[in-house]
């Protein structure tokens, strides 16, 4: 049984759960998971700063971390992504387009976070950056990509950490 689970303890940034709920099912069906268990939280800079630094030693807010609950090539996928919803919001400001599509390619470069995709080397890199591509076109219309980055972390050293350990913007393990 699937299950995904949206909690957004912040009122900066209004969130779609039903969109956001088929993104999951539409990301994880592409990448062949059909059992999971996915939280989402969409959280305030103050909260995403301080996971960031608890858990990265990151001195400052970040777009999403991705906390994988399983192990990998478990029957069952299961994780948590925590997203920051005033990173979306400046970075959809600056870039010109709607913040819904920003926190999208967020869940999207979580998700295959959680499904085992890297990105500290560069043709891991290229690889995710390919994935997010794909999946952002099957679940967003043009109007919604027109200037959207096809991936929001690039050049940014990201390494896989330990079972229960977030995974974006992390420091050498």
Do not use: W
Not at 60 to 74: H, Q, R
Request: aromatic share 4%; glycine share 6%.
């Amino acid at each position: 049984m699937s299950k995904v689970s949206i909690a957004t303890p912040q009122e900066i940034v209004p969130v779609d759960r039903g969109r956001l709920r088929d993104i999951v099912r539409t990301v994880l069906q592409g990448e062949e998971e059909n059992d999971y268990e996915i939280s989402l939280a969409f959280v305030d800079n103050p909260t995403i700063h301080r996971l960031n630094q608890r858990y990265l030693n990151h001195d400052e807010p970040t777009d999403v971390l991705s906390f994988p609950l399983s192990d990998p090539g478990a029957k069952k996928l299961a994780g948590e992504l925590v997203i920051g919803v005033e990173v979306a919001l400046a970075e959809s400001i600056r870039l010109g387009h709607d913040v819904q599509a920003e926190l999208a390619l967020y869940v999207i470069h979580g998700l295959l976070h959680l499904c085992g995709y890297d990105d500290h080397k560069e043709s891991d890199a290229q690889k995710m950056r390919e994935r997010e591509t794909n999946n952002e076109q099957r679940t967003t219309n043009n109007e919604q990509r027109t200037n959207v980055r096809k991936s929001h972390c690039p050049g940014l050293a990201n390494h896989r950490l330990e079972r229960n350990q977030p995974d974006c913007h992390a420091v050498d393990a």
